[in-house]
């Protein structure tokens, strides 16, 4: 009797764990300004899928509105306090004005699925920004049999009366390294510099830099900077 009892509290005791076993998602960084982006050009942002609950997450699909955004997945599920680094690729076109997408993800979660929220204002005339310029607004990183061009400098123009802190709120983590200036005062010039790292030399990709700045009296701008890296062959190059 005693052992039958036993047997009858672990199966509802298995029943009632089954019950809070529960997945969870969560997307910190799922909400971003890209600020000015060039047209003709694709922006991305990394973030995380992170799996908080107690059971595993299974991603079903991702709805971004529209084919000039997309999120590509390396898996499309996560274990109970797995992370996972997804990117958002956007491509502005040539779109001109605000812009927004609003990806949707579905997945086993109970509730509504879960939205991320990006934004950006694209511009035909981007080294002419306010109230800071960037330029080249473009980093293309190429290589051509023994032609590689693996480093970039470029200018930032302040073309106002007030001096602005610079920081950089997105970058490519892993593709390459920059030097930034803190700070550049009003109608002044300073230089930057971004290289590509020795891992991804024979690599392409395509990656973004957003840049912030911040004025003495709080304004707030930023400026989303293309990145990519082509490689070109030896076949490419003769059928031009």
Same mark, same amino acid.
């Given at each position: %009797?005693?052992?039958?009892?036993?047997?009858?509290?672990?199966?509802?005791?298995?029943?009632?764990c089954?019950?809070?076993?529960?997945?969870?998602?969560?997307?910190?960084?799922? #909400? @971003? #300004?890209?600020?000015?982006?060039?047209?003709? $050009?694709? =922006?991305?942002?990394?973030? &995380?899928?992170?799996?908080?609950?107690?059971?595993?997450?299974? /991603?079903?699909?991702?709805?971004?509105?529209?084919d000039?955004?997309? /999120?590509?997945?390396?898996?499309? &599920?996560?274990?109970?306090?797995?992370? %996972?680094? =997804?990117?958002?690729?956007?491509?502005?076109?040539? *779109?001109?004005?605000? %812009?927004?997408?609003?990806?949707?993800?579905?997945?086993?979660?109970?509730?509504k699925?879960?939205?991320?929220? !990006?934004?950006?204002?694209?511009?035909?005339?981007?080294?002419?920004?306010?109230?800071?310029?960037?330029?080249?607004?473009?980093?293309?990183? $190429?290589?051509?049999?023994?032609?590689?061009?693996? $480093?970039?400098? !470029?200018?930032?123009?302040?073309?106002? #009366? $007030?001096?602005?802190?610079?920081?950089?709120?997105?970058?490519? %983590?892993?593709?390459?390294?920059?030097?930034?200036?803190?700070k550049?005062?009003?109608?002044?010039?300073?230089?930057?510099?971004?290289? =590509?790292?020795?891992?991804?030399?024979?690599?392409? @990709?395509?990656?973004?830099?957003?840049?912030?700045?911040?004025?003495?009296?709080?304004? =707030?701008?930023?400026?989303?900077?293309?990145? *990519?890296?082509?490689?070109?062959s030896?076949?490419?190059?003769?059928?031009?």
């Amino acid at each position: %009797m005693k052992r039958l009892i036993l047997q009858i509290l672990i199966i509802l005791l298995q029943g009632f764990c089954g019950l809070l076993a529960q997945p969870q998602l969560r997307v910190p960084d799922g #909400d @971003f #300004d890209f600020g000015y982006v060039p047209h003709s $050009s694709t =922006v991305v942002q990394q973030f &995380w899928f992170k799996s908080v609950g107690t059971d595993t997450v299974k /991603i079903e699909n991702i709805r971004t509105g529209c084919d000039c955004a997309y /999120i590509p997945l390396e898996k499309n &599920w996560l274990a109970p306090g797995d992370s %996972m680094k =997804v990117s958002f690729f956007w491509e502005s076109k040539r *779109r001109m004005g605000p %812009m927004n997408r609003k990806p949707t993800i579905y997945s086993n979660v109970e509730g509504k699925p879960l939205q991320l929220n !990006f934004v950006g204002n694209c511009h035909i005339n981007p080294d002419k920004y306010y109230p800071v310029s960037i330029k080249p607004y473009r980093f293309e990183f $190429s290589k051509l049999e023994k032609i590689s061009i693996d $480093s970039i400098e !470029f200018i930032l123009s302040n073309q106002t #009366d $007030s001096n602005y802190t610079i920081s950089a709120v997105s970058y490519p %983590m892993e593709e390459c390294s920059y030097v930034l200036p803190e700070k550049i005062a009003a109608k002044a010039e300073v230089k930057g510099h971004i290289k =590509v790292n020795p891992q991804f030399l024979n690599r392409e @990709f395509l990656q973004s830099l957003t840049l912030q700045f911040l004025s003495e009296s709080g304004n =707030v701008k930023r400026v989303t900077v293309p990145i *990519r890296r082509k490689i070109f062959s030896n076949e490419q190059n003769q059928t031009k």
